[in-house]
């Protein structure tokens, strides 16, 4: 997908940690030439584009006149300003919001409806390129404009194409869910600490089982319940404690998490806390 890039120029407004890890990974992929970012803050956006300065511009005008796709990368609370701003610089540009709960009719309410607008949900991950991008085009998006955003989001992980009415149960599912990964790796160090493991050991351990499984479960194409039955030997260590974990509700417990972030996902999205 790398060479779809090659002749087109990316911009992206906002340079914090997702916005940064975008331009770096197109950096790398296609060369600073094919890259645009601006930022309100001059510091940040210094830091971000430090080791190519001439992939800095110096308005949000300037970077949307030189784009082909405009990436917005920017708080919420700053979006509405920015999308506005941006207006009238972007026909037949391609928009890419990456703004948390923000729908495409809103988007299409600022710079209006004609305008080629994907949202996409990634999740921190891409930090480290084994991100989960989700994108969702309006109707205006054509199938090629579709795969050059597939491909400048393939750099950080991988990228699926989704209606927007599974965005709310995407936030909730991937774009929230590395904190429950997170929140199973501390619970199983503190475990192991307990059970007399030193502490960077414990986490060592907890980490690189959880990776490991997780690429098991990604390279085989097999149900975790089907794998899971394989480490869990009759009369064995871990079906008795697959049994405490169950008898306690854990995948309940789970999906009660995925659906209360599916809740408050959608109260964000109608403006309300």
């Known amino acids: 997908m790398i060479d779809t ?48 300065p001439d992939a800095a511009a110096d308005s949000a005008e300037t970077l949307c006149r030189r784009s082909d796709i405009i990436i917005v990368a920017v708080k919420p609370d700053a979006a509405l300003s920015v999308f506005g701003e941006i207006r009238p610089f972007v026909p037949e540009k391609v928009i890419v919001s990456i703004v948390a709960g923000l729908s495409l009719n809103s988007i299409e309410e600022i ?54 009415k ?54 085989s194409g097999e149900d975790p319940v089907v794998l899971r039955g394989r480490v869990s030997s009759p009369g064995g260590t871990t079906i008795d404690a697959v049994h405490v974990l169950e008898r306690a509700g854990f995948s309940g417990i789970v999906m009660d998490a995925v659906a209360a972030a599916v809740e408050k996902s959608q109260k964000l999205g109608r403006g309300k806390t």
């Open 5 to 52: 890039l090659r002749n087109i120029t990316i911009g992206c407004i906002g340079t914090g940690n997702m916005g940064s890890a975008i331009i770096s990974g197109l950096v790398k992929s296609v060369g600073s030439e094919h890259v645009i970012c601006y930022d309100s803050d001059s510091g940040v956006l210094a830091k971000a584009c430090g080791s190519y």
């Open 111 to 164: 710079i209006g409806s004609m305008h080629k607008v994907v949202r996409v949900m990634p999740n921190t991950p891409a930090l480290v390129g084994e991100g989960m991008t989700v994108l969702s085009p309006n109707s205006e998006t054509t199938p090629d404009d579709i795969h050059k955003v597939e491909a400048v989001f393939s750099l950080l992980g991988k990228v699926l194409v989704l209606p927007e």
């Open 166 to 219: 599974m965005m709310n149960a995407v936030t909730a599912v991937s774009g929230s869910g590395p904190a429950y990964v997170y929140t199973l790796i501390q619970a199983m160090t503190e475990g192991g600490v307990k059970m007399g493991i030193p502490r960077d050991k414990a986490l060592l351990l907890t980490v690189q089982t959880v990776l490991g499984a997780a690429k098991m479960v990604a390279e």
